[in-house]
């Protein structure tokens, strides 16, 4: 459990909201002995609701539990449970991709005994990827990727409401970002008074989350600052806390939060048309900005040339002025050759037709002869692959650190899928902890490479193919030349462009999740390929 979520659980403890049959904690077994706490998520004080994940001893499989915490004498708190327990039995009939899906519902009597200390418990399937909170805790989010991320979300909200559900997300522990970038509501159980208009104002709320660092409903984490109000009660717009925030962006969450005055936005369907107008807003003017720094260069001599298509690099430019250049002393050149053709004429030379004209190998081949076409120009063939190389030697390349199982780095070159090399599990993914770590391979003699095969274990990772002049390089010594996602089983990258080495990289920056909630990649077989 990391330190957000051991403060959680400790200011939950404080505030004495306990299972009876004692404290809830990792390692406990709940719901007739069938679910094992693994790691807390959060505490929704609002309904005395602790997020947990759990492990499923029945099923072998994680699950998101929302455990229910109270006294069953109490009449009242056991009444509104039991609300909350039918509007998530109601919600296990939905489906969709931003709503984790309802597994079973363990109410007093019915899986769930007095002893236990809980009115009652939410099962849900277990969602992969980051806490929300996590997420805003380390900067706030870019505006075209906050805009998409809540418009997933919106999309779930707007499909439940047509079929009459209330989704219950106004906290944002509740959620989760997959690994695909889209969030989930990954702990369903909506409080007993919740409306469809708290899901709408619950978006407006998961948007300005995202775009400031803050939560501007009530309730919230502790972990997470309140969103500042002016005198007036209303709250600041995101806008004034991060000047970048688009104002049309800045408004929507402000419009949504809000129940008072006019031009409120009160559905989640025109929730979606705004977003998806400010996202691909925001997404065009960052291309026509990305598109106008390639497509002015500025000159040495002060001039700037500008192009229909912009020129992408150095060598395109150079190619752009050498033919120009070409071009001109083929001119000047055919110019000569027929004032030369003149002065004889008229000098009354019969036999010269010209003088001969030799043209350099370097300035440009030969025009063709009159009347004929020139050939057409050939594209070069992509290389041909090779027969896979062994490398001579493989370690662990993890700058900076120690770790990650040195002594098993041959295992991802042996030849042998049943064996395999792992980085160590991590509580956080990269780069919290560090940039990265990988293995670097040393071949005999240099070979140009061309392609590379992972048998990896864990979806989920990224991977960098570098090339390096020694065996134990600086990272920023290395270059990229290849990149790509790791699937469950056998991937591949295809470089750049065939690269002459002779000690590559395999340098892992994202980590798959294991079903502990562990951040870790095993890679079973590496396979190099060299150009044919």
Same mark, same amino acid.
């Given at each position: 459990?990391?330190?957000?979520?051991?403060?959680?659980?400790?200011?939950?403890?404080?505030?004495?909201?306990?299972?009876?049959?004692?404290?809830?904690?990792?390692?406990?077994?709940?719901?007739?002995?069938?679910?094992?706490?693994?790691?807390?998520?959060?505490?929704?004080?609002?309904?005395?609701?602790?997020?947990?994940?759990?492990?499923?001893?029945?099923?072998?499989?994680?699950?998101?539990?929302?455990?229910?915490?109270?006294?069953?004498?109490?009449?009242?708190?056991?009444?509104?449970?039991?609300?909350?327990?039918?509007?998530?039995?109601?919600?296990?009939?939905?489906?969709?991709?931003?709503?984790?899906?309802?597994?079973?519902?363990?109410?007093?009597?019915?899986?769930?005994?007095?002893?236990?200390?809980?009115?009652?418990?939410?099962?849900?399937?277990?969602?992969?990827?980051?806490?929300?909170?996590?997420?805003?805790?380390?900067?706030?989010?870019?505006?075209?990727?906050?805009?998409?991320?809540?418009?997933?979300?919106?999309?779930?909200?707007?499909?439940?409401?047509?079929?009459?559900?209330?989704?219950?997300?106004?906290?944002?522990?509740?959620?989760?970002?997959?690994?695909?970038?889209?969030?989930?509501?990954?702990?369903?159980?909506?409080?007993?008074?919740?409306?469809?208009?708290?899901?709408?104002?619950?978006?407006?709320?998961?948007?300005?989350?995202?775009?400031?660092?803050?939560?501007?409903?009530?309730?919230?984490?502790?972990?997470?600052?309140?969103?500042?109000?002016?005198?007036?009660?209303?709250?600041?717009?995101?806008?004034?806390?991060?000047?970048?925030?688009?104002?049309?962006?800045?408004?929507?969450?402000?419009?949504?939060?809000?129940?008072?005055?006019?031009?409120?936005?009160?559905?989640?369907?025109?929730?979606?048309?705004?977003?998806?107008?400010?996202?691909?807003?925001?997404?065009?003017?960052?291309?026509?900005?990305?598109?106008?720094?390639?497509?002015?260069?500025?000159?040495?001599?002060?001039?700037?040339?500008?192009?229909?298509?912009?020129?992408?690099?150095?060598?395109?430019?150079?190619?752009?002025?050498?033919? %120009?250049?070409?071009?001109? %002393?083929?001119?000047?050149?055919?110019?000569?050759?027929?004032?030369?053709?003149?002065?004889?004429?008229?000098?009354?030379?019969?036999?010269?037709?010209?003088?001969?004209?030799?043209?350099?190998?370097?300035?440009?081949?030969?025009?063709?002869?009159?009347?004929?076409?020139?050939?057409?120009?050939?594209?070069?063939?992509?290389?041909?692959?090779?027969?896979?190389?062994?490398?001579?030697? %493989?370690?662990?390349?993890?700058?900076?650190?120690?770790?990650?199982?040195?002594?098993?780095?041959?295992?991802?070159?042996?030849?042998?899928?049943?064996?395999?090399?792992?980085?160590?599990?991590?509580?956080?993914?990269?780069?919290?902890?560090?940039?990265?770590?990988?293995?670097?391979?040393?071949?005999?003699?240099?070979?140009?490479?061309?392609?590379?095969?992972?048998?990896?274990?864990?979806?989920?990772?990224?991977?960098?193919?570098?090339?390096?002049?020694?065996?134990?390089?600086?990272?920023?010594?290395?270059?990229?030349?290849?990149?790509?996602?790791?699937?469950?089983?056998?991937?591949?990258?295809?470089?750049?462009?065939?690269?002459?080495?002779?000690?590559?990289?395999?340098?892992?920056?994202?980590?798959?999740?294991?079903?502990?909630?562990?951040?870790?990649?095993?890679?079973?077989?590496?396979?190099?390929?060299?150009?044919?």
């Amino acid at each position: 459990m990391d330190t957000r979520r051991s403060e959680q659980a400790g200011e939950a403890s404080q505030m004495g909201i306990r299972a009876q049959g004692g404290s809830l904690a990792p390692g406990r077994v709940v719901g007739d002995g069938r679910y094992r706490l693994l790691a807390q998520f959060g505490v929704d004080e609002r309904a005395a609701a602790h997020l947990w994940r759990a492990r499923d001893g029945q099923l072998k499989r994680d699950v998101a539990l929302t455990l229910l915490v109270g006294d069953p004498a109490d009449a009242e708190a056991a009444r509104l449970a039991r609300r909350t327990l039918e509007r998530a039995a109601h919600a296990s009939k939905f489906g969709h991709g931003g709503v984790a899906r309802v597994l079973d519902v363990l109410s007093l009597g019915s899986g769930v005994t007095s002893s236990e200390g809980l009115l009652g418990v939410v099962v849900a399937e277990w969602t992969k990827g980051s806490d929300l909170v996590d997420l805003v805790a380390q900067r706030p989010v870019a505006p075209a990727a906050a805009a998409r991320m809540v418009q997933a979300l919106a999309e779930a909200v707007d499909h439940a409401h047509q079929n009459g559900l209330v989704l219950g997300l106004d906290h944002p522990q509740r959620l989760r970002l997959t690994p695909d970038g889209a969030l989930k509501l990954a702990f369903p159980g909506p409080l007993p008074e919740a409306t469809l208009r708290d899901d709408v104002k619950a978006l407006g709320a998961v948007l300005y989350l995202l775009l400031t660092g803050r939560w501007a409903l009530p309730g919230g984490p502790a972990a997470i600052p309140a969103a500042p109000h002016a005198p007036t009660g209303r709250v600041i717009p995101p806008r004034s806390l991060v000047p970048t925030v688009p104002v049309e962006l800045s408004s929507l969450a402000v419009r949504t939060i809000e129940d008072g005055g006019h031009g409120g936005i009160r559905t989640s369907a025109a929730i979606l048309r705004v977003l998806d107008q400010v996202a691909e807003a925001e997404e065009r003017t960052q291309l026509i900005k990305a598109v106008g720094e390639e497509e002015a260069v500025a000159e040495s001599d002060g001039t700037v040339w500008t192009t229909k298509k912009p020129v992408k690099d150095v060598a395109r430019r150079k190619k752009l002025a050498f033919g %120009v250049t070409v071009l001109v %002393v083929a001119t000047v050149v055919i110019l000569a050759w027929g004032g030369m053709m003149l002065i004889n004429l008229f000098q009354g030379e019969s036999k010269s037709s010209g003088p001969k004209i030799n043209v350099a190998a370097s300035s440009s081949q030969a025009a063709p002869p009159s009347g004929e076409q020139p050939p057409p120009a050939q594209q070069k063939p992509s290389p041909a692959v090779g027969a896979a190389v062994k490398p001579s030697a %493989v370690a662990v390349f993890n700058p900076g650190s120690k770790g990650d199982s040195p002594g098993k780095a041959r295992n991802a070159t042996d030849g042998d899928t049943v064996t395999s090399w792992k980085t160590d599990q991590y509580d956080k993914q990269f780069p919290v902890l560090k940039d990265g770590v990988g293995l670097v391979v040393t071949f005999k003699d240099p070979i140009n490479l061309t392609q590379v095969k992972l048998d990896a274990a864990s979806p989920g990772s990224k991977v960098e193919i570098r090339s390096a002049d020694k065996k134990n390089p600086k990272l920023d010594e290395t270059k990229v030349v290849g990149a790509g996602d790791l699937a469950a089983g056998e991937s591949t990258i295809a470089l750049q462009q065939p690269q002459q080495g002779q000690y590559f990289i395999i340098w892992i920056t994202q980590l798959g999740e294991d079903e502990g909630g562990k951040f870790v990649t095993e890679l079973k077989e590496l396979t190099f390929l060299p150009a044919g």
